[in-house]
């Protein structure tokens, strides 16, 4: 369906600091030019007290901190047609009665997913070097000497994924650069697909036998709690590392602690955990062969914008009656993080 040349009425509903983050000169001035923002930005605190504003609104932009759009929500918002979330997952933003609504949603979760798939890459170049490893003993007037024997490295050795999501596909895509060898494991991955991205299918127990980095990608569901156990862990090739960027709560962390302290050759690289940040006392804070990262492989700073560039370009397509690039189906919802 064609929109016609009549501005729809937009608002902007999200935190103050997300949306400045998010959507910068240059996108609010195209989106002025495209839509009717006829109240100042909203969030979802405001629009709760005042549902009145809500009466006219056709298109919402949002990000994090977004409102969740429920039956008492849309009552309140007879107009609404379009929902462009600037940000990644939409689990929180959504319910039951907004998908029978038929309301239509678009997601920057492609966008969010290239800062985090350049962050894998980098770590899974250094985990290849031991580089983790090497800098800590280095600190300690320690790891000198011939190490030509003792690392991976950057050529024919093996990268294995877990889940083939956007991001996976993405760090896929950076792979081709190099000279390695790629393993993926993803029930969703038909034959056909892997011939496309030139990878080879394995089960879980092969990729964390055989990689000597595994990378984790898969969305926290009720399904996947807790999928990744000690015992993958205890298969990992000697000097192995293993990456999580996903979600904690995916991995067994206990277990995954015990191995580790017994497997002092391998070390885990994790961007989240669970909870976050970990207990004070927790021994993820204390391994030396746990390298944390407080949930920095996102978007940070600028690199927002790119969420908030691929709202304006998916608002165009939804303006000149095009299908949108990154739209969310109910039934793609249920397997996205």
């Given amino acids: 369906?064609?929109?016609?040349?009549?501005?729809?009425?937009?608002?902007?509903?999200?935190?103050?600091?997300?949306?400045?983050?998010?959507?910068?000169?240059?996108?609010?001035?195209?989106?002025?030019?495209?839509?009717?923002?006829?109240?100042?930005?909203?969030?979802?605190?405001?629009?709760?007290?005042?549902?009145?504003?809500?009466?006219?609104?056709?298109?919402?932009?949002?990000?994090?901190?977004?409102?969740?759009i429920d039956e008492e929500f849309l009552a309140a918002a007879p107009n609404l047609r379009a929902v462009f979330y600037g940000a990644g997952s939409i689990r929180n933003m959504v319910s039951d009665a907004f998908w029978s609504h038929g309301v239509v949603v678009t997601s920057a979760y492609a966008a969010n997913a290239v800062p985090v798939a350049e962050y894998t890459l980098a770590t899974i170049l250094l985990s290849m070097?031991?580089?983790?490893?090497?800098?800590?003993?280095?600190?300690?007037?320690h790891g000198?000497?011939?190490h030509t024997r003792d690392v991976p490295g950057n050529f024919r050795s093996t990268v294995g994924l877990i889940s083939c999501g956007m991001v996976a596909r993405k760090i896929l895509e950076l792979l081709t650069n190099f000279d390695l060898q790629r393993l993926v494991y993803c029930p969703f991955l038909s034959d056909e697909e892997a011939k496309e991205l030139g990878v080879e299918k394995a089960t879980l127990n092969d990729v964390f036998r055989r990689a000597d980095v595994v990378s984790l990608h898969t969305p926290d569901?009720?399904?996947?709690?807790?999928?990744?156990?000690?015992?993958?862990?205890?298969l990992m090739k000697k000097e192995a590392t293993f990456i999580n960027t996903a979600?904690?709560?995916?991995?067994?962390?206990?277990?995954?602690?015990?191995?580790?302290?017994?497997?002092?050759?391998?070390?885990?690289?994790?961007?989240?955990?669970?909870?976050?940040?970990?207990?004070?006392?927790?021994?993820?804070?204390?391994?030396?062969?746990?390298?944390?990262?407080p949930h920095i492989a996102g978007s940070l700073g600028p690199e927002c914008r790119r969420m908030g560039r691929y709202m304006v370009d998916e608002f165009q397509r939804y303006l000149a009656g095009e299908p949108m690039k990154w739209q969310i189906t109910r039934e793609q919802a249920a397997k996205l993080a």
């Fill in 247 to 293: 979600r904690g709560a995916v991995v067994r962390e206990n277990e995954m602690i015990e191995v580790l302290q017994q497997r002092t050759d391998l070390t885990a690289v994790l961007d989240v955990c669970h909870p976050e940040p970990p207990e004070p006392d927790s021994q993820l804070r204390k391994l030396p062969n746990i390298v944390l990262t």
């Fill in 221 to 234: 569901l009720p399904q996947t709690r807790g999928m990744i156990t000690g015992w993958h862990f205890s």
């Fill in 144 to 146: 000198w000497g011939d």
């Fill in 1 to 68: 369906m064609s929109i016609d040349s009549k501005r729809p009425k937009a608002l902007f509903i999200l935190q103050n600091e997300a949306r400045e983050l998010i959507y910068g000169p240059q996108e609010l001035d195209d989106l002025e030019k495209l839509a009717d923002f006829y109240a100042p930005p909203q969030t979802a605190d405001s629009v709760s007290e005042n549902r009145t504003l809500l009466a006219d609104v056709e298109v919402i932009f949002s990000g994090w901190g977004a409102p969740h």
């Fill in 129 to 141: 070097k031991k580089f983790w490893s090497f800098a800590a003993q280095t600190r300690v007037g």
